[in-house]
Structures are given as C-alpha cells and as structure tokens.
Nanobody, 118 residues
Framework: QVQLVESGGGLVQAGGSLRLSCAAS????????MGWYRQAPGKQRELVAA???????VYVDSVKGRFTISRDNPKNTVYLQMNSLKPEDTAVYYC????????????WGQGTQVTVSS
C-alpha cells in the first residue's frame, strides 16, 4: 500500500519559516519525481516545486529564492524548506510522487495546512 504522509504545516507570521516533510512508503522512492503542490481556497492546485530522481529541481516563479525542495532517498522523504513566508503562501500543501518510468503512476498525500498571518 502506497502512502505519502506530509507533516510540518502550521501557523506562522509573515517573514517566518516552515519545513514540510513528506514520508513515502510502498514505492521505490528513488525512482520517483517528487513534488509539492498547494491549493488555496477557491483556487486551483498548483505546482510549487519538484525534484527528479536525479536531483534536478523546478520552482514556480512566486517561490524562487524563498523555498527549497530536497530529498533524502535513504529516508524516503522529500522536504520543502519555506523561508520569508507571505500571506499569499497560505494553502493546503500536498506531496505528489510520480513514477519516473511510468508517469501515469501518480500518488498524492493527504495535505498539510500552512497559514501565514500578516
């Protein structure tokens, strides 16, 4: 059974930091591109950052220079370090795993709430 379990969300003041974690089980973690997505109320879910099995990263423009995605393959965990948080970063953050060989195999976590107060 595949599970992606996010943690680390919470309430933080603008300018603060949070570190999200996503622990995966039931998959060959190193063979998956891992991504962080977010969905704010009334908005579509959007890609925040992703990291390939080879370590290549991509970020949405609005978080470049503030957020850092990383992965620890032996721990089957992907992280999202979020600095200089803004109220517009408030959303539910989801972890996604995509099989690098078979991209139709996609797995989602249950989400973790991040709230940034002004």
């Amino acid at each position: 059974q595949v599970q992606l379990v996010e943690s680390g969300g919470g309430l933080v003041q603008a300018g603060g930091s949070l570190r999200l974690s996503c622990a995966a089980s039931g998959i060959i973690f190193s063979a998956h591109t891992m991504g962080w997505y977010r969905q704010a109320p009334g908005k579509q879910r959007e890609l925040v950052a992703a990291i390939t099995s080879g370590g290549r990263t991509v970020y949405v423009d609005s978080v470049k220079g503030r957020f850092t995605i990383s992965r620890d393959n032996p721990k089957n965990t992907v992280y999202l370090q979020m600095n200089s948080l803004k109220p517009e970063d408030t959303a539910v953050y989801y972890c996604k795993g995509t099989n690098s060989v078979a991209p139709s195999l996609v797995y989602w976590g249950q989400g973790t709430q991040v709230t940034v107060s002004s």
